[in-house]
Each structure stands twice: as structure tokens, then as C-alpha cells.
């Protein structure tokens, strides 16, 4: 069986990188960068106030306190003509550029109006450069400012709209086609008649994939019988990613591989050294993917997060494709007699300053409840057959990490 890091590097070598377009700056949240945004100008353009205040020679207030004439006002949004007189002060809010000659901002509540305003007590001394953002302090025309790769949150959102970005270049999402297999399956608003369950696969996996940015449809489900697996995954092959859930394994009914090999899709894999999970099939035909996930909730889930999303995050161009990895002080025991490297459920918080995992009640890997209350994943490796309470182990954070009071 496969290693989990031979294989995702398969996964990642076999992703094509999608081509870039052009999106408006409201759309580009969670849509990865494809360029490196240089700034067009410095930052700050002038030199700004940071204060509502009075702009001085630092020098002329030395002896402060001490009276200056008011020569003059500049608000946001204005530009001086002329210099800071000798020995005078110039009122100025925040953010207008202060006169040439300035060289400090003496905030308002360190100031006394006098004569109506056309004189002002400065009541202390000023620190040269005090208030006053200089022209580029914070970059330079021309600088880098994002780069490739990243994905666009808020703040980088700040960034491109700062610096003029209005279309930036971003990756094409990726269009994943969903197909859940399996006669058990009804769908949600149905009652399960005897022997039957409902599909909660196809629903957590197009969510997953929607979360990693693509562009997501349903193919519904299908029956254990080829032919029928055989016209969904045809229709499937129009997408990007094709995602099939079930019908993976050893079993009599598990079909998609042989399905598959009806399209001429090359398998790059079949099984990976993991848990839960173990059948994961992964293959291309042309510049297409196929993903086929075991049938089991959990393991969908979990072989999604660790390969599917990986995929998908570098077809957009993203240079971060796997969840964060922590070291985590593990609160209680855990076993791995698998074999594999087993990813078990925990909820991590913060004690005394680090990070503490402790075990989430699990009946295995169909168990999405257990799941849903895990912020975290445990990785055992293959070797590693039992961790003490008190040990050190590796996690990966899931995407609910902050929702679900991981800091509190
Ligand atoms: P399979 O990989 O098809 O052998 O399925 C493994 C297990 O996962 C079986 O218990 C199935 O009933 C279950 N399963 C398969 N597909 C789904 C699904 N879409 N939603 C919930 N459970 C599923
Ligand atoms: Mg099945």
C-alpha cells in the first residue's frame, strides 16, 4: 500500500494548473491569486497625518509649552501649496498630507486653542517624526505586495483594492462532478425503508468541494450496476474532477473500477496506507481527474480533506494545499494497530499555552457525528502502534478549527 505522502505527491503531480481569468475585486474572496501584485505607487503617496492635530517643526516646539501661530488647515483629501512657515503651526486631521518643512504632528489633546483658533499652545515638546507616516514607509511603487499563490481573504482584499486592482488574475475554479454509488441509498428527505441509509456522502463531499472553490454539480446517485455507474461517469467526464463515493472496495457489488477501466482511465493508485480509508482510487484519463472515495462517511471525508482538496487548491494555482499541521500534548492514549497512518478525531485547545488534544468517542469510520465534533485529526503513523497520555503527536487542524471554541 501506499505511503499518504507518496501518494498526494501523485495527486499533485498529475493536477493540472488551470488557466488564470480575470475576476472583478468583489468576487475574489476565497479565489486564489495568479499574479504577483506589485504596488503602483508608494504607500502612503504623501506624507500623512496620523492625528487630528497640528503639524510643527519639532525643533520649534523644544521649549514647548509654548504659543505658535496657526497658519493654516489641511484636511483629508486636500494638498498643501506651500511649506510650513517658520515658527508656525499648521492645523491638520487625520489623514491630509502635512506641509513640507514638518516634521512632527502634535496631536490635538496636546494642544490649546487660543484667540479662536488663530493661535494654538502647544503644551509639550514633539519627537521628530512623531504622527507623520512619510511617503512609502509602508512600500514602494513597484513593490510586491501579494504574491502568486496566495489565497485572497480580506485583507489581501485590502491590498489589491489599495494599490488599484480592480480585475485581478486569479485561478479558474474547477468544476467537480459528484457521484455517490450504492442500492442502500436514499436521499435525504426520504425514509430509509429496511436495510437502507441515506446518502450523506454526496451532500459532505460537494460541500467539501464548494469549501475548496470549485464549481460544483451533482450526478446524483447510482445503483450497484454498471451501467448505470457507467452513464453517470461518462457525464462526469465533462467536469474537471470527477468524485465518486462507494463502491471502491473488495466487495461482490464495489463496480467502479471496473467502470472505470471502460473509459481507458489510467488508475495512478487503488489503495493508500490509510485509516480511515485504504481503497482510494485515483486516475486520469486525458486532463481530467477521477477520485473514487470508499463508500464509509468518515473516510470519504477524511480521504477528501487529504488528496481531493489538495488537488483542487493547486489546479487554482494555490501554494498551500494541505490543512495546517500542529503538534499537539495528547490528553489520553491512542492505539493504531492498522498498519496505515490512522487519523483519529480530537478536539484540540490551548491549555497553559499549548495546544492539547483529547480523544473524541468514535464507533469508526462511519461514525459523522464523532467527526463533526473533532476540530482536529490525530495523525499515528503507520509505525507508530500506540501513543501514551502525555505524548507529543502530530494533528492537522480542520477547516471548523476556530468555530468550534478550539481557542477557547
Ligand atoms: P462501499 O465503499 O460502497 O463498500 O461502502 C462502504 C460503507 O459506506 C457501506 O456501509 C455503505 O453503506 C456506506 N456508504 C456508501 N455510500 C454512502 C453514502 N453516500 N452515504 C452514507 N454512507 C454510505
Ligand atoms: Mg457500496
Known amino acids: 500500500m501506499l505511503p499518504v505522502e507518496e501518494a498526494l505527491e501523485i495527486v499533485l503531480a498529475h493536477a493540472p494548473r488551470l488557466a488564470a481569468e480575470a475576476v472583478e475585486l468583489k468576487d475574489a474572496p476565497g479565489r486564489v491569486l495568479a499574479e504577483d501584485v506589485r504596488a503602483d505607487a508608494d504607500m502612503p503617496p504623501f506624507d500623512r497625518s496620523a492625528m487630528d492635530g497640528y503639524a510643527v517643526r519639532a525643533a520649534d516646539v523644544a521649549g514647548a509649552p509654548l504659543v505658535l501661530p496657526v ?44 484667540d479662536g483658533g ?32 496566495r489565497s485572497i481573504d480580506p485583507a489581501a482584499v485590502a491590498v489589491l483594492a489599495a494599490v488599484g486592482k480592480a480585475r485581478p488574475a486569479v485561478g479558474r475554479r474547477p468544476t467537480v462532478s459528484v457521484l455517490v454509488t450504492g442500492d442502500e441509498l436514499v436521499d435525504v428527505w ?44 461518462r457525464e462526469g467526464f465533462a467536469s474537471d474532477v ?27 493508485f487503488t489503495k493508500v496506507a490509510i485509516k480511515p480509508g485504504a481503497p482510494l482510487v485515483f486516475g486520469r484519463r486525458g486532463d481530467k481527474l477521477v477520485f473514487g472515495l470508499p463508500g464509509n462517511p468518515v473516510s470519504a471525508q477524511v480521504t477528501f480533506d487529504v488528496f481531493v482538496r489538495a488537488a483542487l487548491l493547486r489546479m487554482q494555482g494555490a501554494r498551500v494545499v494541505s490543512r495546517p499541521v500542529v503538534e499537539v500534548l495528547l490528553q489520553d492514549a491512542l492505539a493504531n494497530r492498522s498498519g496505515r497512518a490512522n487519523y ?38 503507520a509505525a507508530r502502534i500506540q501513543a501514551e497520555a502525555g505524548e507529543k503527536a502530530r494533528a492537522l487542524l480542520l477547516g471548523n478549527f476556530l468555530d468550534r471554541d478550539g481557542l477557547a
Open 190 to 233: 426520504e425514509a430509509p425503508g429496511r436495510g437502507r441509509i441515506r446518502n450523506s456522502n454526496g451532500y459532505a463531499v460537494m460541500a467539501q468541494a464548494a469549501a475548496a472553490g470549485a464549481v460544483v454539480r451533482s450526478l446524483g446517485v447510482a445503483p450497484d450496476q454498471r451501467d448505470r455507474i457507467a452513464e453517470a461517469v
Open 344 to 381: 483519529l478525531p480530537v478536539r484540540i485547545r490551548v491549555q497553559d499555552g499549548r495546544l492539547v488534544a483529547g480523544r473524541v468517542r468514535t464507533a469508526g469510520s462511519a461514525d459523522v457525528v464523532a467527526h463533526a465534533a473533532a476540530n482536529g485529526l490525530v495523525v499515528l503513523d
Open 118 to 149: 488663530a493661535r494654538v499652545e502647544i503644551l509639550g515638546p514633539a519627537v521628530t517624526g512623531a504622527h507623520i507616516a512619510r511617503r512609502g514607509c509602508e512600500v514602494s511603487a513597484g513593490d510586491v505586495v501579494l504574491e502568486a499563490g
Open 242 to 268: 470527477l468524485v465518486i463515493s462507494g463502491g471502491v472496495s473488495a466487495g461482490a457489488f464495489d463496480l467502479v473500477e471496473e467502470v472505470l477501466a471502460r473509459f481507458d482511465v489510467g488508475l495512478l
Open 71 to 114: 497658519a493654516g488647515q489641511i484636511r483629508a483629501g486636500q494638498y498643501p501649496d506651500r511649506p510650513l512657515p517658520p515658527h508656525a503651526a499648521v492645523q491638520v486631521m487625520t489623514g491630509a498630507p502635512v506641509p513640507a518643512g514638518a516634521t512632527a504632528v502634535v496631536p490635538v489633546e496636546h494642544t490649546r486653542a487660543v
